[in-house]
């Protein structure tokens, strides 16, 4: 059969099943589907820790101590985290930003670090630990140093 049509143009090639993409191959999927599932199942047992923790949290009043502000005095950039956890399952918003200001930036953090980590792995079956665009682990960085030291500044109330 010759490469080209009578009319003088190349004729397409036939593609046959064996020559499909390995992205649409049904063992492709399965392998996707699969860890697709161990990642819900892996973020819905966070969630209930997450849950777990805050309800206790907000139920007793006591979170975890921070061990910098027992030895130092000052308040690290993490100070209030389980407080703010406590007014977020409350839905007290104003109060969750005067126990620490950052909570919307690390949640933000915090998620992106886990998206990039799990979506490579659902698609391709590795994990990034590395997750790009660097500057913004840099930018969150100089944000929390930035914080650490403006709360403990008399006159900084948040």
């Known amino acids: 059969m010759s490469e080209f049509s009578p009319g003088g143009r190349p004729e397409k090639p036939e593609q046959r099943p064996e020559q499909r993409s390995p992205r649409r191959s049904p063992q492709w ?5 699969s860890r697709l599932l161990r990642v ?15 309800l206790w949290v907000a139920l007793s009043g006591h979170g975890l101590p921070c061990l ?8 690290c950039p993490g100070c209030g985290m389980s407080r703010a956890m406590g007014a977020l399952l409350r839905l007290d918003f104003p109060a969750a930003f ?5 909570w919307p930036l690390y949640g933000g953090y ?10 490579p792995y659902v698609r391709h079956g590795k994990a990034n630990l590395s997750p790009r665009p660097q500057w913004v682990h840099w930018a969150v960085l100089g944000v929390v140093l930035v914080y650490g030291v403006l ?8």
């Open 110 to 119: 915090v998620l992106f670090v886990y998206l990039s980590a799990v979506i």
């Open 98 to 102: 005067s126990y620490n200001l950052l």
């Open 68 to 75: 910098f502000h027992r030895i130092t005095g000052w308040l």
């Open 40 to 54: 819900l199942g892996l973020t819905a047992l966070l969630l209930l820790v997450a849950l777990g923790y805050g």
């Open 151 to 158: 709360r403990n500044l008399p006159g900084f109330h948040c």
């Open 29 to 33: 999927s399965s392998q996707r589907f």
